[in-house]
């Protein structure tokens, strides 16, 4: 059965990106002590392996140097502290490096499982953290289980695998005791990195359940209702009718510099009520005309509107509105399909300008036919300007 809120609604659903960000940032992470303590016990045995034969020689010196008493000293009265002193001073050095190695695996072995996180709410007072049923709770539900269980396999397998290692070196730890002193030490030692490196290494087993269940406690704990994965939607995505509104606005913003365009057109091309689209064509900055302006219905009366008042050509033909319309999107470039009709509009409207300037009679408005389907609204996709309309 699925876990359950404060509200009682059922966590069926799988934590969002964004709930696992908060949840670390809550301080929320899987974290594994014994993932942490298998680390710490590897590297302390590298460390000592490394290190170990300088630290021995280091701590032997340190002894013979202290039960060391010049006689020049003897009647001294501060020469038990300041040589207290240099004894501390003189220990710090020699395990300093494997107190600072320890430090530094200490510090990055979480990040291994779930990385850092430095957050005070955990340590935040919470009612529940004192609360004898949650006490009860913690003390004989699953967790409680689980870490009993944890506990229980450490001693078996830490346990079984000294005892695995006592009886496999047995023969060495007889001779050891039929030896000299000095070399009897440096096989105890040695001893000790291979019994202290395999029992670190045991944990493995540990580590190997401990991990997934973590993962999926943690998991478990963040899960979220079908409610509140829809009210995250709203909060990152924004409330539907908010951003309907936002679209409008964008709409209308880019509706009005588009209209602030219409004036600088050689022409609009209509339809002529439903369709209008304003055309400008540059020689010198330009390989073909530009549609500057398009628009449907309202907004086609609207471009309309601004093209007479600002005395812009209105040239009905209604299949070539409709191509433009549907096969160019603003500030492009026509097709070259429409090159030769769009052509004949444009000569037809420089004709007109000069025949107007002279007093002469209008030129013959032209028929521009376009190429067969280009007038048809594509089956897929579509344009700026079926949203303007």
Known sequence: MAEENESGQEKTEEPTPKRREDSKKKGQIPRSRELTTMLLMLAAALALLVLGGWMGSQLQALLEWSFTIDRSHIFERDVVVRSLHEAIGRGLITVGPFAMAMLVVALAAPVVLGGWSFSARPMAPKLEKISP????KRMFG???LVELGKALGKVLVVGGTALGLFYLFFDSFYA?????LLPAMAEGMRLFYIFFFLLALSLLVVVAIDVPYQIYDHTQKIRMTRQEVKDEFKQTEGKPEVKSRIRDLQREMSNQRMMEQVPKADVVVTNPAHFAV???YDQSAMRAPRVIAKGTDLL???IRAVAEENGIPLFQAPPLARALYYSTELEQEIPSELYFAVAQVLAYVYQLRAARRRGARPPDQPRPEVPEGMDQRPER???QGDQNG
Request: glycine content about 20%; proline content about 0%.
């Open 142 to 144: 699953t967790k409680a």
């Open 381 to 383: 996709g579509g344009s």
């Open 176 to 180: 050891m005791s039929r030896t000299s």
């Open 278 to 280: 304003a055309l400008r």
């Open 300 to 302: 086609a009366g609207r």
């Open 133 to 136: 049923i949650k006490g009860f």
